[in-house]
């Protein structure tokens, strides 16, 4: 009687205990699907800038769990794990007899200390090798990639073994004949493949029923169970950290990361009751259907909610439209009103807690404030500013002098700024000019052979087009002129020069700097960099915002013949041409205030949007800790 009385017990406490496991993932739902962090590496296929870190937690605490037999109920009524086990060695010694697989040196038993938890009741820990009939990997045919044919038997490769099945759209293909001389690397429907080299180790999926047969490589391991039902909960295993970290740890090799097939079969696997382990399986799928929802609601929310921000902030904008020959314009026309700009700012107001929790929201609010800025709608007009054009007048008096001084050489005119390239309505005492017309010269540097090390102080060095950024100055980004070679003192930064990045890579074309007053000396611009010498009338940091600008980026796109993503390289003529709304000197300074602070309040933003996510993936932590613990 008190044996019936502990079971029953043992049974409500085991469902109890479950029936809280179901309750951490829903009643944290928010947890897992706010918990999120910016990507450092695109996956393969992937797009994405962001990654869903709660939800990839929430898959591995599944597998976890399931593992660790804490996902569902325990069943007393189950055949025992050690049975399943004793008839799986009966069927390897009946093989071995009928000389159908070799003999192998027994494997020594799990101690105590090598279980990693404890197992719950019915369930055993056995070594990998004793569930299998073939472990092992496959190999190259003869001749390598020689051997490849368009089509015929599937060779499978690293790259064709993903964690949701076989990716077939690069795949190679054997002969017959090779395929039937590469017994030892046939493949059959309930194998289990894992990859045990390179950056892909440990990823692993069943080979599906559809396709019969096929053949691996050597970076491919085949997992042939005694048991094939048991193929899916030794996949799922594969995929739990509990085995990842045991793939991970246990890797062998120098130069590149792997698996052999010894280490391989002397893992420590949790065995549950084959019934038990259907179960799992099937509880596994249903929870993962639910991430995938998560997931897919997620990334919907955020998208959405990033239109909402575009849109909205679009209001503020100029509306662009497609011409004939297909170039985008801006429409003059839209938001001209004071009145309209300010029921547009209004309704951003009003919802700005909202609106901007995100990195890519207050990317874009930084890009707005940008363009509000050289639009001349960041900060009111002062009637008692000197006019631009009157400013205007002054540099060119002033280039004149030293032309006729022969102190700079006359620049090849300009044409006129056309009604097509000016893309909004330019408020009162603003002028349309050319960057040109703003800077007294410009030039390209210099690049001689230096050595491949960054230059000792006091040495003379040239600046590499990185160290040109958004605004800031990098010159530890330089290489030591050799000193079998005359340095060219023309080429030496000097504070004040603005510096713009034209050739190289879409992701450093076009980045202007104004150089600082503690910047080194003898430091040279390369032939990569353009130096403008600018007017002291105008404002060096002025110049670097309209530079930076949406309208800025879109016109090098359009003159490099690509994207603003994908634009290789940009003249000095390109960029001397750049179209600049130009305020009244008193007006380019408020500007550049405001730009200051609003910018400064954006850094906030991130600080806490920084903060809070990682409060969040904490309590993922946390909440994933607790819950195998």
């Excluded at 909402?308 to 679009?314: F, I, R, S, T």
């Excluded at 951003?348 to 639009?375: G, P, Y």
Aim: hydrophobic share 40%; charged share 25%; aromatic share 6%.
């Amino acid at each position: 009687m008190s044996v019936i009385k502990k079971t029953a017990t043992n049974k409500s406490t085991n469902q109890s205990k479950n029936s809280d496991i179901n309750n951490l993932i829903t009643d944290n739902i928010d947890v897992w699907t706010s918990a999120i962090k910016k990507r450092n590496s695109q996956g393969r296929g992937s797009n994405k800038k962001i990654e869903l870190t709660g939800i990839k937690k929430l898959r591995e605490l599944i597998l976890e769990l399931a593992v660790r037999g804490k996902l569902i109920p325990q069943d007393a009524n189950d055949e025992p794990a050690s049975v399943l086990l004793e008839k799986i060695a009966e069927e390897k010694a009946q093989l071995i007899t009928d000389k159908k697989i070799k003999k192998q040196k027994p494997f020594p038993t799990i101690p105590d200390k090598d279980k990693p938890f404890e197992l719950p009741s019915g369930w055993e820990f056995e070594r990998l090798g004793n569930l299998t009939s073939r472990l092992g990997s496959g190999s190259t045919p003869r001749g390598g990639k020689s051997a490849y044919v368009e089509s015929g038997i599937i060779f499978l490769r690293s790259q064709n073994v993903w964690n949701d099945g076989l990716k077939l759209d690069d795949t190679a293909y054997i002969t017959d004949e090779t395929h039937h001389k590469m017994v030892n690397t046939h493949v059959f429907p309930h194998d289990v493949l894992l990859n045990i080299t390179g950056a892909s180790l440990g990823r692993s999926t069943i080979f599906p029923e559809n396709l019969v047969t096929a053949n691996v490589s050597q970076h491919v391991t085949v997992i042939r169970l005694l048991e094939q039902s048991m193929c899916n909960f030794l996949h799922l295993g594969i995929m739990s950290p509990l085995v990842q970290k045991l793939v991970w740890g246990r890797q062998v090799g120098m130069a590149i990361e792997g698996l052999s097939k010894k280490v391989l079969e002397q893992f420590e696997f949790p065995v549950p009751p084959l019934a038990e382990q259907q179960r799992i399986v099937a509880k596994v799928d249903e929870l993962m259907v639910l991430c995938d929802q998560l997931e897919h609601q997620t990334e919907e929310s955020l998208s959405a909610h990033q239109t909402l921000v575009e849109v909205l902030l679009a209001t503020l904008m100029p509306s662009t439209s497609k011409s004939a020959e297909g170039s985008v314009t801006e429409s003059k026309s839209a938001v001209t009103s004071p009145e309209s700009f300010q029921t547009s700012w209004q309704r951003i107001a009003e919802h700005f807690d909202l609106l901007f929790t995100t990195e890519q929201s207050i990317e874009q609010l930084k890009q707005t404030i940008l363009q509000l800025a050289v639009m001349g709608k960041l900060v009111p007009q002062n009637p008692s500013d000197e006019p631009a054009s009157v400013l205007l007048e002054k540099i060119a008096e002033e280039k004149a002098q030293l032309i006729a001084d022969k102190k700079i050489k006359k620049q090849k005119p300009l044409p006129e700024i056309t009604d097509k390239e000016q893309p909004f309505e330019l408020p009162k005492a603003w002028e349309w000019c050319y960057l040109e017309n703003t800077a007294l010269t410009s030039e390209a540097g210099w690049s001689p052979r230096c050595l491949p090390t960054a230059r000792e102080n006091e040495k003379w060095g040239v600046l590499k087009v990185s160290a040109v950024t958004w605004g800031v100055f990098n010159p530890d980004e330089n290489k030591e002129l050799p000193s079998s070679l005359d340095p060219r003192p023309q080429y030496e930064v000097h504070s004040g020069d603005f510096l713009i990045s034209r050739a190289n890579t879409a992701e450093l074309v076009a980045r202007a700097v104004i150089v600082p007053t503690d910047a080194p000396k003898k430091l040279m611009m390369s032939d990569k960099i353009i130096r403008f010498v600018l007017s002291p009338r105008v404002e060096g940091a002025y110049i670097s915002l309209v530079n930076n600008s949406r309208f800025s980026r879109t016109y090098y796109a359009e003159v490099a013949g690509g994207t603003s993503s994908s634009m290789k390289n940009v003249s000095r003529e390109h960029i001397r041409s750049l179209v600049i709304a130009l305020p009244p000197i008193t007006e380019q300074n408020r500007i550049i205030t405001k730009v200051d602070e609003l910018m400064a309040l954006c850094e906030q933003l991130k600080a806490r949007l920084s903060d809070a996510q990682t409060t969040q993936l904490h309590l993922a932590d946390a909440i994933v800790e607790n819950a195998i613990n």
